[in-house]
């Protein structure tokens, strides 16, 4: 505490009251809402000032007050509450239905004393500082009728002051069929408080986090907001909170959860890195005081702009969004994944400042959208893709330098073929059908309804309602005698087959609960209510369902997959490519290397070096006798060929596959770097930096 800052008192809760003649509480707009409830906190403390009138005890602790002082002129000073609010507005509020009873028995001193000492401010030089108590501005309306006496004119009565004041006034009453309200108002003094003033040279805004760190954890938007408004006065606090968070607001919600989400992808667009979510507040203080030259309105306006986008693209209502992005707006929020929610606020940006056309931004979702359904219904796990995101962008803005003609094919080659040798690939077409043909994918159902929804809307010009519809089993998964003996095969084999993709349809849920685990025929004759359906048309022309079946139509369906949701293929022209070679030790060998994603292609024709010392390492025996047997390489009798061309993939992200490559053709352990030449006859080594 600083050395003009009061000691903390110990003093009855009117006396301090009286004592801050010429102050206003001022409960400030960063605070949380009031939250006490009728039959809970507020119960409990009428509860304790009943136990003093009773006797019980003679005094009781009510808690702690911690306010910042801040002088406004000669006459008047304005405190704000930093801990404490919920009790100091409740006690206004017992306050003002004391008032009620002075009213009703005409005690009209009573009244003017109350009023003229504790209530209000009668020689405050603004009418803003006449009341003593300025609550939070959600609650200012309310608060305002309750002081003026015209509670019964409050039309919002769901408001927690509101049903507090009633059940206050009501408690009131009750005491004061025993007690008078001077004895009431004596016993109100009893419950005393310990306040601690703070002055501006106090750090309040770290005072503030230290004593939520022992009570109920403020979320890191509460700390945000706290931290952007608490250091200015309360009609800045009252301006900014109404101007910008509330319009924060607007788009977003007032959801906690909500709202820390987005500063997370927020700061992730600012710094380029995804922050930990136990950390988006250090790091947005972080980055605040990294920008300290730029004014608070416009970083204000910043984080308004890109609630905007967030909104735009998670929640406004689609008929509002230009056409050409409905689609694939629609498509994306049916993923259900927030994960690129930086990329797509930063295309967004581009988009708005007209730095790409609407027609790049469809294009892009959709490749995004590619790229997750893909994964997703291949099931491929997603804790390398959070943090992938906005380095990606960095990586866009960076390579197109404000040039944004290529921006699609640059999205493609960051976003696909930089991954396609680490965990965030995504599976080209073979891949896929590896993937899929015998894969259980019932179990990933939202990709796979997205799927099915998309196959029977592409190319339809009616409108097609498949609202009512599930995903339902062709052979049940529950088997019986009857499809075992149909199909002839055990259970086992039953099971790999039951949830493959050639297996599953879209079905209304009556027909659903009438197929059951019914023969073939009785489904067949159930589906037909669904012949318009393109994805049963094939179907009801089958007269009996068996494996075979199931695998044509998983084919099918593989397919269809791939046209629909396409594997963005990056445009050659855009990778960056050196071709390479290696003359020594008796064999040639060329290639290209790929410096976007470490991978290097060995060429047809290319010679492997046989190795005396070759049991020394079985790890490339055993990689040598795998292209082999794969048709990659052949034995001419004196060396080893590459028969067709061959892509090594990096062994580990981040690095390349140069020495892989190296030691596969050279055998024994080797230094890409050193081994590989350029055209010119200089190793890569000595281009590394260019590279």
């Not at 039953?494 to 949830?499: K, M, T």
């Amino acid at each position: 505490m600083s050395a003009n800052a009061q000691p903390p008192l110990r003093t009855g809760l009117l006396d301090f009251l009286r004592n801050s003649s010429g102050s206003q509480f001022v409960i400030p707009v960063y605070q949380r809402n009031y939250t006490w409830s009728a039959g809970k906190e507020v119960k409990q403390y009428l509860d304790d000032l009943k136990s003093v009138l009773l006797g019980e005890y003679n005094n009781h602790f009510l808690g702690i007050i911690i306010y910042l002082d801040t002088p406004i002129d000669f006459t008047s000073r304005e405190f704000s509450v930093i801990d404490g609010q919920q009790r100091l507005t409740t006690t206004f509020l017992i306050l003002y239905a004391i008032r009620e009873i002075m009213k009703q028995e005409n005690a009209v001193d009573a009244i003017q004393s109350l009023d003229g000492q504790i209530l209000t401010n009668p020689f405050a030089t603004h009418e803003t500082l006449k009341y003593k108590l300025k609550p939070l501005v959600s609650d200012d309306s309310v608060y305002k009728y309750i002081v003026n006496d015209k509670a019964g004119d409050i039309e919002d009565t769901d408001s927690l002051v509101y049903k507090n004041f009633k059940y206050i006034v009501n408690y009131v009453k009750t005491l004061n069929e025993k007690f008078t309200y001077n004895e009431i108002l004596l016993a109100l003094n009893k419950l005393y408080v310990v306040c601690i003033p703070l002055s501006k040279e106090d750090n309040a805004q770290k005072i503030f986090e230290s004593i939520n760190s022992t009570g109920v954890k403020l979320t890191a938007s509460d700390l945000i907001r706290n931290f952007l408004l608490m250091d200015l006065n309360s009609e800045l606090q009252d301006l900014y909170y109404t101007k910008y968070w509330m319009e924060l607001e607007k788009y977003l919600g007032s959801d906690s959860k909500k709202l820390e989400s987005f500063f997370r992808f927020y700061l992730s667009i600012k710094n380029k890195v995804l922050p930990n979510k136990n950390a988006v507040y250090r790091e947005f203080v972080h980055w605040y005081k990294k920008n300290q030259d730029v004014e608070r309105e416009a970083i204000f306006d910043d984080i308004i702009k890109y609630s905007r986008y967030y909104y735009e693209i998670y929640y406004k209502d689609l008929a509002a969004i230009e056409k050409a992005l409905r689609g694939p707006i629609k498509e994306y929020r049916r993923i259900l994944s927030d994960m690129p929610a930086p990329l797509m606020m930063g295309l967004w940006d581009l988009y708005e400042k007209g730095k790409i056309s609407i027609a790049q931004t469809s294009e892009m979702i959709y490749i995004i959208n590619s790229y997750l359904i893909r994964r997703a219904l291949c099931d491929l796990n997603t804790s390398y893709l959070t943090k992938m995101f906005p380095p990606l962008l960095k990586d866009i803005e960076e390579e197109c330098a404000g040039d944004y003609k290529n921006v699609v094919e640059v999205l493609k080659k960051n976003l696909v073929f930089k991954n396609s040798n680490n965990g965030m690939y995504v599976p080209n077409d073979k891949q896929l059908r590896d993937i899929l043909l015998h894969a259980n994918v019932y179990k990933i159902k939202t990709p796979l309804r997205i799927f099915f929804d998309k196959l029977e809307h592409h190319d339809n010009p009616a409108p097609v309602h498949l609202e009512d519809l599930n995903i339902e089993h062709l052979m049940p998964q529950t088997p019986t005698p009857e499809w075992y003996e149909a199909l002839g095969v055990d259970e086992e084999e039953y099971q790999r087959n039951v949830s493959r993709l050639g297996n599953l349809t879209l079905a209304s849920k009556v027909d659903n609960s009438r197929m059951q685990n019914k023969v073939w025929t009785y489904k067949n004759e159930i589906l037909s209510n669904t012949s318009h359906l393109k994805i049963n048309q094939d179907i009801l022309k089958k007269e009996k369902w068996d494996i075979h079946a199931i695998h044509e139509r998983t084919e099918f369906l593989i397919q269809a997959f791939n046209k629909l949701f396409s594997y963005p293929q990056t445009n050659s022209k855009i990778i960056k490519t050196t071709p390479i070679y290696i003359d020594a030790n008796g064999v040639s060998a060329s290639g290209m290397f790929y410096a976007d994603n470490g991978a290097v292609e060995i060429y047809e024709g290319s010679e492997l070096a046989l190795f005396k010392n070759a049991d020394n390492y079985p790890e490339i025996n055993e990689e040598r006798q795998s292209l082999i047997d794969d048709g990659i390489i052949y034995d001419d009798g004196e060396k080893l060929v590459f028969k067709r061309s061959h892509i090594v993939n990096p062994k580990i992200d981040g690095f390349s596959a140069l020495s892989s490559s190296a030691s596969l053709i050279l055998h024994g352990s080797r230094n890409g770097w050193d081994c590989w030449k350029t055209s010119d006859g200089v190793s890569l080594r000595e281009k590394k930096e260019i590279l």
